[in-house]
């Protein structure tokens, strides 16, 4: 199983990215799907995550600047950033709760992509 995440880059505040993740390899099922980052010296963080039945929740410092979905039919979910700000500038990590047989349900990551935002 592998999740790839791709869409982030450099871009003035102000500006907008879109953020793209796709699950590929043998799974029977996904669940929740979610964006988290983590900047230099500090934890990763949650930044919204949905279900799947698009259920979302997001973190209090993107609300209304970022909007995730899902498409169930490619494995596939995306993050649309607007507004962007410099604090917004972390590698971002995609994730999906998959059930993979004969382990069951297991949380799985994606290699991070680097979002740079500029003052």
């Known amino acids: 199983v592998q999740l790839q995440a791709f869409g982030g880059g450099l871009v003035q505040a102000g500006g907008s990215l879109r953020l793209s993740c796709a699950a590929s390899?043998?799974?029977?099922?996904?669940?929740?799907m979610g964006w988290y980052r983590q900047a230099p010296g500090k934890q990763r963080e949650l930044v919204a995550d949905i279900s799947r039945g698009n259920s979302t929740n997001y973190a209090d410092s993107v609300k209304g600047r970022f909007t995730i979905s899902r498409d169930n039919r490619n494995n596939s979910v995306y993050l649309q950033m607007s507004s962007l700000k410099p604090e917004d500038t972390s590698v971002y990590y995609c994730?999906?709760?998959?059930?993979?047989?004969?382990?069951?349900?297991?949380?799985?990551w994606g290699q991070g992509t680097l979002v740079t935002v500029s003052s």
């Open positions: 994730n999906a709760y998959l059930f993979v047989a004969p382990l069951g349900w297991k949380d799985y």
């Open positions: 390899g043998t799974f029977f099922s996904i669940n929740d």
